[in-house]
């Protein structure tokens, strides 16, 4: 989650805003809907290349953060990778020279360049760091949430998320195949755009969106995130049935731990169908009263 404060603001709003890309509409899960950047770890993500040229955290301490043994440090920079190559955004920086990517034409056009090389695997992003001299600024960027979809899934993710703030000066761009659009938007007129059915966001989303949308800026939301990234709980959802038909539940909830309840472990019907109707459900109501 890319943030920064938007350069208006209407009276009673907040400043802050986040950017959010549109799958594209062939994608096979909830083509269409808006999302935040992101993607796999890469086996090339990890490593001492990748500990070399990142800033401010080593893989110790970003493995503490996951609860991981090892291999930490390879998901922020996954998270980085996937922004440049979906949105076209760089957390990175020259130790010497001006900010990156910032009214330099020349320079444009040759990231624009690695960009398409990166995205087709042609081009490694440590290797582009690398060669630029560029150093990965890792320590802006906090672990915020760990979502893992529920059992009977046909596709399952285990995803973490994350909240940095947007590299001032760079302008977003979608990538035209994974994404086909990209928008700043503030978490409230996101949630209120989805509840009116023009503005498609899923469950995990909308439980970020929800959570980030108390903050008024930026600098509020990432200071937060800093003091709470070595707590980050895992958000494992369950599909349970309890007589009242068939709803999914979080840690907490009435029903998730309870033994009157029966865990459903196949969803059927049409999978993105049941995302949709389980996301329309979790933002019916105002955000700042959600759970």
Not at 6 to 21: C, F, K, N, P
Not at 50 to 65: H, K, N, P, Q
Not at 207 to 216: C, E, G, P, T, Y
């Amino acid at each position: 989650m890319l943030v920064r404060d938007a350069a208006e603001v209407e009276r009673g709003e907040s400043a802050l805003e986040v950017l959010m890309v549109r799958r594209n509409l062939q994608s096979d899960f909830v083509g269409g809907a808006f999302v935040f950047p992101g993607g796999a770890v890469d086996p090339f993500d990890g490593g001492s290349e990748a500990e070399a040229i990142c800033r401010g955290r080593t893989d110790a301490d970003a493995s503490i953060l996951l609860g991981i043994e090892t291999g930490g440090l390879a998901y922020w920079v996954a998270a980085l990778r996937e922004t440049f190559e979906e949105a076209g955004l760089l957390l990175a920086e020259r130790p010497v020279g001006p900010p990156l990517l910032v009214g330099d034409a020349e320079e444009e056009a040759r990231f624009s360049a690695e960009r398409a090389k990166v995205n087709t695997g042609s081009r490694r992003f440590l290797d582009l760091c690398r060669d630029e001299k560029l150093q990965l600024m890792v320590a802006d960027v906090h672990y915020f949430a760990h979502w893992i979809t529920p059992r009977g899934a046909p596709r399952r993710y285990d995803t973490r998320f994350f909240v940095a703030p947007a590299p001032p000066g760079q302008q977003a761009a979608h990538d035209a195949g994974e994404t086909i659009a990209e928008t700043w938007i503030s978490p409230h007129r996101a949630l209120e755009g989805h509840r009116k059915g023009a503005f498609e966001i899923i469950f995990p989303t909308i439980r970020n969106l929800q959570a980030i949308s108390r903050f008024s800026t930026s600098r509020e939301l990432l200071d937060a995130a800093a003091r709470a990234s070595g707590s980050v709980p895992t958000i494992e959802p369950r599909v349970i049935s309890d007589g009242n038909g068939v709803r999914i539940v979080l840690p907490g909830d009435r029903g998730y731990e309870a033994g009157d309840t029966k865990e459903v472990t196949g969803i059927s019907g049409d999978f993105n169908d049941a995302v949709r109707a389980v996301s329309r459900a979790a933002n019916s109501d105002d955000p700042t009263d959600a759970p």
